[in-house]
């Protein structure tokens, strides 16, 4: 669809109405041929679900790209820095990577440190699955504050706990270890978000 003006928002109860408007919005301005109609999904199966219903109201499916908002979002980011898409593999701030970053953490955490005395007390009854699952867990919650949540994550960095809850502090340190350990740690997507939000905010940037 061409661009337009601002961000328009269309809501409804049901799927249904929506997947209409959005039938009728490409059935009356379609884009190029060749040019890809990019449609960020949130899920596997709304995916699948979406190709679906388009292919049954257009009569095929094709030129779409259908990826999920971290992929999305860690693709504007490249787009406006003037690279390419960050192969996920290599990513240290990726979900599977934090897993095995923290649990080495996990697993040396500063006998006198008062910020990590929950885990502490937690990880001595805990065995290598445990604490590896304690590790998963806290990758996770790290990789959707990285996407919903980076100003969180830029304020721990800057040295400030945020929100006032009896798990900040212990979570903060340790993303300030993970950030201070890493060579790459400006590049993480709360760091790229923060230039693209400038780079927007100065006019028209490259890539768009």
């Known amino acids: ?85 960050m192969d996920h593999g290599n990513d240290p701030f990726s979900r599977d990577a934090l897993t095995w970053r923290l649990d080495a953490l996990l697993r040396a955490l500063p006998p006198q440190e008062p910020a990590y005395e929950r885990l502490r007390d937690y990880l001595s009854a805990s065995d290598d699955r445990m604490r590896l699952g304690l590790a998963a867990r806290i990758a996770a919650r790290f990789d959707e504050y990285q996407l919903y949540r980076p100003d969180v994550l830029l304020a721990w960095e800057d040295g400030r706990d ?24 400006a590049d993480h997507l709360p760091r790229r978000f923060r230039r693209v939000l400038d780079a927007l905010a100065s006019g028209n940037p490259a890539g768009l």
């Open 1 to 85: 669809m061409p661009d337009s003006p601002g961000l328009q928002v269309f809501t409804s109860a049901q799927l249904g109405p929506l997947r209409d408007y959005f039938v009728q919005r490409l059935r009356d301005d379609p884009l190029p041929p060749r040019e890809p109609e990019t449609i960020v999904v949130q899920s596997q199966g709304m995916r699948r679900w979406l190709t679906l219903q388009l292919a049954d109201a257009l009569g095929c499916a094709g030129s779409l790209e259908l990826p999920f908002p971290a992929h999305f979002s860690h693709d504007i980011a490249n787009r406006i820095a003037g690279r390419r898409r």
């Open 162 to 185: 945020t929100p006032d809850s009896p798990h900040t502090q212990w979570q903060a340190s340790l993303w300030r270890t993970l950030c201070a350990g890493d060579a790459h740690a």
